[in-house]
């Protein structure tokens, strides 16, 4: 299983990113994926994660209410819309995937697969 994330860039605060992860090598609807992000000395934080099925979401209380995920299965890809973004969003954003599709968690131990990074800078 391979994942391949995308959409990252520089915005102003305020603006709006969509992000995209495409995975390959499985069904989408066999894995939860999640998003996390790692600014620089910090640690890896999880921000967002949908289940296999897309029924159920989660985020983490620092994004909820500005990030939306979804996913579309005939594409194998899952978005990650960041809305009124701020400087504290700026980090590398990693998408990853379990091999449990109704196990969702923001937690990184959970995820089996990950994915390359993108670069989302935010600019006050």
């Known amino acids: 299983v391979q994942l391949q994330a995308s959409g990252g860039g520089l915005v102003q605060g305020g603006g709006s990113l969509r992000l995209s992860c495409t995975v390959s090598?499985?069904?989408?609807?066999?894995?939860?994926v999640g998003w996390f992000r790692q600014a620089p000395e910090k640690e890896r934080e999880g921000v967002a994660c949908?289940?296999?099925?897309?029924?159920?979401?989660y985020f983490a209380d620092s994004v909820k209410g500005r990030y939306t995920i979804s996913k579309d299965n005939a594409k194998n890809t899952v978005y990650l819309e960041m809305n009124n973004l701020t400087p504290e969003d700026t980090g590398v954003y990693y998408c990853?995937?379990?091999?449990?599709?109704?196990?969702?968690?923001?937690?990184?131990?959970?995820?089996?697969?990950w994915g390359q990074g993108t670069q989302v800078t935010v600019s006050s």
């Open positions: 949908i289940s296999g099925s897309g029924s159920t979401t």
């Open positions: 090598g499985s069904s989408l609807e066999q894995h939860a």
């Open positions: 990853a995937a379990t091999k449990i599709p109704q196990l969702i968690s923001i937690r990184a131990s959970i995820y089996d697969y």
